[in-house]
């Protein structure tokens, strides 16, 4: 364990934050399942102190999603953990509280005065309820801010719809762009409308707290799964909003851009991005193409005969192994990869020279290895000043007593 972690585990204030941009300030997590945690697991690798508050008993919701569960070597039931849950936490203290009992809510209550970000996905109305909107968390402490993320908005006639990620997918017409064509919508592969929903929650708190500097008072943020997953739509958006085309899936080939997309070979297959004129010019050098061959000179006609394109790719691809053929075209500069495994992934020696794999020391399970944060810091000479020691996720109210013991103890913010 880091000295960050045993302090916390003896009811002192962290005496040794961990470095980062955010190293000081005090986050509240009020939010379960995806989003929300996912917000503040991105503050806390940036050096935030995340207090994780959770359900008594039960905890977060993702503790309980699974399989698969992981159990400390030798354990056949006792310690059980979610590697679902095990994703989105790291870097957080646990302490659990019943928000409806007296004596939990005042140690919420004091956590609020000292925080300076409160984070919660709740459906709307839901903290009124319990007595604690949002004029009262800013009664309590004017310099908070508070993040709040649903999964349809706020307002609005739908705005009290419970938010789960495949449904926001689809609602939100990315189900629609995604799939082997537009009679057969996929949803992506990950729970991407809850995740966009946490990077752009916390994208706003770090905005948020830029602005408190000049004003001196917090804010509330607000985003939701639907805002989110619009708020990627991209080129596809301005398809229809501007064009007037409605985007349908179409496989694993770009809507705008061709040749890009995945191509069969000789025994598997290469992606490729030939993203402009002089690559065409080059890729066709390259293997023996005429990239003047009347009907798909031009982007534009390649995209209107993309079909065409893909066939005259593939016979040409036909006679390559794969291994050679990304040699092929790394050699002539055409951006190109190969489709991996998540296994082959963390295997891959560039994730790992990026930190995109770390070790950290769980309470029950050992040492584990986690996907590391995307994000890397250097200074003005070019040393890396990237944080390097992280939390594991906590297991249930591993942090009741010594969060307790701090408030206690501690005066003021």
């Known amino acids: 364990m880091t000295d960050q972690t045993d302090s916390a585990r003896t009811g002192a204030a962290p005496a040794a934050p961990a470095p980062g941009p955010l190293t000081g300030t005090l986050v509240v997590d009020l939010s379960r399942a995806l989003a929300g945690p996912h917000a503040t697991m991105m503050l806390g690798d940036l050096g935030a102190r995340i207090i994780k508050v959770e359900a008594p008993g039960s905890g977060d919701d993702t503790r309980g999603w699974g399989p698969p569960f992981v159990r400390p070597e030798g354990s056949q039931d006792a310690g059980r953990e979610s590697t679902y849950f095990l994703s989105a936490n790291r870097n957080k203290e646990s302490v659990t509280l019943d928000l409806k009992a007296d004596d939990d809510r005042a140690v919420l209550l004091d956590l609020v005065r000292r925080a300076d970000v409160l984070v919660e ?55 629609s762009l995604t799939g082997s064509g537009p009679d057969d919508p996929q949803k992506v592969g990950t729970p991407i409308s809850d995740l966009l ?24 943020v607000r985003t939701s799964l639907l805002a989110a997953t619009v708020g990627v739509h991209a080129f596809q958006s301005t398809r229809w909003t501007v064009a007037g085309e409605v985007g349908r899936a179409q496989g694993n080939h770009h809507a705008s851009i061709a040749p890009y997309g995945l ?37 534009s006609q390649r995209v209107a005969d993309r079909d065409r394109v893909i066939a005259l790719v593939e016979s040409v691809f036909a006679s390559w192994k794969a291994e050679d053929l990304l040699e092929r075209l790394s050699e002539v500069g055409i951006p190109a990869g190969k489709v991996r495994s998540i296994d082959e992934v963390y295997a891959w020696d560039q994730t790992r020279s990026q930190g995109l794999l770390i070790d950290v020391e769980h309470d029950t399970l050992g040492t584990v290895q986690l996907a590391g944060p995307p994000l890397r810091f250097f200074d003005r000479d070019g040393q890396e000043v990237t944080r390097s020691a992280h939390k594991a996720p906590p297991t249930l109210d591993a942090d009741g007593a010594a969060v307790r013991a701090w408030l206690a103890g501690q005066e003021g913010r």
């Not at 993203?275 to 023996?288: K, V």
């Open 121 to 175: 996905n709740f459906r709307t109305g839901v903290l009124d309820r319990l007595g604690l909107g949002f004029e009262t968390l800013q009664e309590l402490n004017p310099r908070l801010v508070v993040l709040s993320i649903t999964g349809f908005g706020h307002d609005g006639p739908e705005g009290g719809r419970a938010g789960y990620d495949q449904i926001a997918q689809g609602e939100a017409g990315l189900m």
């Open 263 to 299: 191509f069969a070979c000789a025994d598997g297959s290469v992606q490729i991005a030939v993203g402009s004129e002089g690559l065409w010019r080059r890729f066709c050098a390259a293997f023996d193409i005429d990239p003047d061959t009347p009907g798909i000179e031009t982007n």
């Open 197 to 220: 929903a946490g990077m752009y929650g916390a994208y706003g708190v770090l905005a948020a707290l830029l602005e408190r500097e000049r004003t001196g008072v917090g804010t509330v």
